[in-house]
């Protein structure tokens, strides 16, 4: 684990947005955001170290292909503003809604 890490960084948590009980990521990865509704919240300055003060939601606005991380959802604070990309996690027991993806995938 990084330094700056406060927490584990996978931990259980309730969707402020949908309100879905969000368990940890058992692929051995970290879990940031809801799988349902792909909404998260903005507690880090550098990932891990819950420093964000904003403390806003964080909406699912667009999703990227990288060759080497797959996909990756691009998240805007609506409180702040501040742009965030985070991997998608399709690979586990609570996958993240792919059909959504491909819906932020296809919006222009």
């Known amino acids: 684990m990084r330094k700056n890490f406060l927490s584990s960084g996978n931990d259980a ?3 402020e947005n949908c309100k879905l009980a969000v368990t940890p990521l058992t692929n051995g990865s970290y879990r940031n955001h809801c799988p349902r509704c792909l ?5 880090d300055v550098v990932p891990g170290d819950r420093l964000a003060t904003c403390q806003g939601l964080m909406e699912p606005v667009g999703v990227e ?9 691009l998240h805007r604070c609506t409180t702040c503003n501040e742009l965030r990309r985070n991997k998608a996690a399709l690979n586990d027991a609570e996958a993240d809604d792919y059909e959504l993806i491909i819906a932020l995938a296809s919006s222009p």
């Open 13 to 15: 948590f309730v969707c």
């Open 39 to 43: 909404y998260c919240k903005h507690v």
């Open 65 to 73: 292909y990288s060759p080497k991380k797959g996909w990756v959802i």
